[in-house]
């Protein structure tokens, strides 16, 4: 009776498993077919990515006095963090945002097989990414001839790891997306506790196969609390999707919290995408990321110290470069990914704004001022902690700060102008960009900044003075080019088909 209870159950799962599945394959399928050189062109940065990425680990093996030292416990409990949070956000969008579930929790479908079927969906993702990874870091060794600085044994955990990482992050998106503060505490102060034990049974003074024990028994434990937590996944599924669902015109403030200089429509759009945006906690999560840019910085720079040996006579382009570094991936957290989605993720509703007496060119204007009026501070949270830490010159932080907003200026005008002329309206993602999409948008970004930032930074290598009013020559360009991709834009959108 067991038996034939646990084969009925599983078949449930693994049905609703394989029609993702099978459903996932063919729209990417159907979307890469689309991009065939592109396609290609990812494969080949990839294979190029890891390659680089060995290399450069065998390069500080060699090292007498290596810059970076990481035990084996800092690069497997980092892998896990990575995979994690990975399946969170994975967990986040495809099943607790997901508005196109309603027709599975209306079947006569069991909430513990549904939830299952998600879970070894992400599982199953995550496995195969590694699978690749790791497949490709096989081929490159071996027609290499590298000797890469891991044993045997580290491979084991390293798997083990792997599995145990997609099974906690489900279960951590699960429990994020509660309804209520008090429910959520709830879930996740005894259930976070099994991050610190994993740290715990990393210790190098534990052997193989005490390690792999207890990271099964974890992730056992991990798999009970998936089953136990079936009705709680529709409740936080229930709570995400009704909070998201609102209308864009559902701020009724008696006072507007923006500047009275800005346009009545751009001033209301703006408004209503802030509340959203900050209701299903993006905005929250974003200043949380720059800030921990900006404290990842600082902790490099009391790492390393003021003048790190990275070779070539290239030390005094380390921390400038790497500053340059997080004001771009600051841009595009804040910005460029959210811009794709500014008018796809409404769908249906696009209507609302179509028939409304406000100009196209008012609309794009105001949804792409919801991004940029984060632009001042979230600039200084990168370019003023760092620049205070390695005792930089006032020049160099006006000039990086006039630099970050140049990135603003033009990254946001590329990435509002892509959402209009290629959005999704697929209900089951949000409206999230395909990856082809977004990763050409990320490129035109890295050519288009360097090609507007380029010229500043070489004549601020001869004087600072002029390279400063360079760069704000660049960023009046910049805010020019905005400006016409705007107006370009909202020529775009008020021809816009909605094809749901």
């Known amino acids: 009776m067991c038996s034939w209870r646990w084969s009925t159950t599983s078949g449930h799962v693994i049905d609703l498993f394989s029609t993702e ?16 050189l592109m396609t290609f062109w990812f494969l080949i940065l990839l294979i190029a990515g890891i390659g680089m990425s060995l290399h450069v680990i065998v390069l500080i093996a060699a090292m007498e006095e290596p810059i970076i030292n990481p035990t084996e416990r800092d690069i497997l409990f980092s892998i896990f963090f990575i995979l994690m949070a990975k399946a969170s956000a994975e967990t986040s ?24 079927s998600r879970l070894l969906k992400v599982f199953w993702y995550n496995l195969a990414l590694v699978a690749v990874v790791m497949g490709l870091v096989g081929l490159i060794v071996r027609f290499q001839g590298m000797e890469l600085p891991a044993g045997g044994d580290f491979y084991v955990r390293l798997y083990g790891v792997v599995i ?13 997306h509660q309804d209520g503060m008090k429910r959520k505490l709830m879930f996740l102060l005894p259930y976070g506790q099994i991050i610190g034990l994993l740290w715990l049974s990393l210790h190098p003074s534990l052997g193989t196969s005490t390690r792999l024990l207890y990271i099964a028994a974890m992730a056992l434990y991990s798999v009970s609390v998936t089953y136990l937590i079936s009705d709680a996944v529709k409740e936080g599924w229930a709570a995400s999707v009704k909070s998201r669902d609102g209308s864009i015109f559902s701020f009724h403030s008696r006072r507007d919290f923006l500047p009275k200089a800005l346009p009545a429509p751009v001033r209301k759009i703006a408004q209503g995408e802030i509340l959203r945006r900050w209701r299903n906690r993006q905005i929250p999560a974003t200043l949380g990321v720059t800030v921990l840019l900006a404290a990842g910085l600082v902790f490099i720079y009391r790492q390393l110290g003021p003048n790190p040996d990275i070779g070539l006579d290239l ?31 409404d769908g249906s509703r696009l209507w609302s704004l179509r ?47 006039v630099a970050s907003m140049t990135m603003y200026f033009l990254f946001t005008g590329m990435g509002v102008l892509m959402g209009i002329l290629f959005p999704n309206f697929d209900e089951s993602n949000r409206g999230a960009p395909d990856v082809m999409t977004m990763y050409i948008g990320l490129m035109m970004c890295l050519f288009a900044g360097a090609f507007f930032l380029g010229p500043p930074t070489a004549i601020l290598e001869r004087d600072r003075f002029l390279g400063i009013m360079a760069c704000i020559l660049s960023a009046d360009l910049a805010a020019l080019a905005m400006v016409i991709m705007f107006r370009y834009g909202g020529k775009r959108y008020g021809e816009m088909e909605i094809n749901m």
């Open 21 to 36: 599945v099978i459903k996932s394959f063919r729209v990417g399928r159907k979307k890469l077919g689309g991009h065939p």
């Open 93 to 116: 969008e495809d099943t607790m945002r997901n508005s196109s579930l309603k027709h599975y929790f209306a079947s006569p479908v069991k909430n513990c097989h549904l939830v299952f």
């Open 164 to 176: 145990l990482a997609p099974l906690v992050g489900f279960n951590v998106a699960v429990f994020t």
């Open 355 to 401: 028939t409304a007496p406000v100009e196209p060119y008012w609309v794009v204007t105001g949804k792409a001022c919801s991004t940029l009026l984060f632009a001042p501070i979230t600039s200084a949270l990168v370019v003023i902690p760092a620049s205070l830490a390695l005792r930089y010159p006032i020049s160099f932080v006006l000039f990086a700060y």
């Open 315 to 345: 030390g005094k382009y380390f921390y400038p470069a790497l500053i340059g570094i997080a004001i771009y991936t600051t841009v595009v957290v804040h910005s460029v990914i959210p811009s794709l989605t500014l008018f796809s993720r």
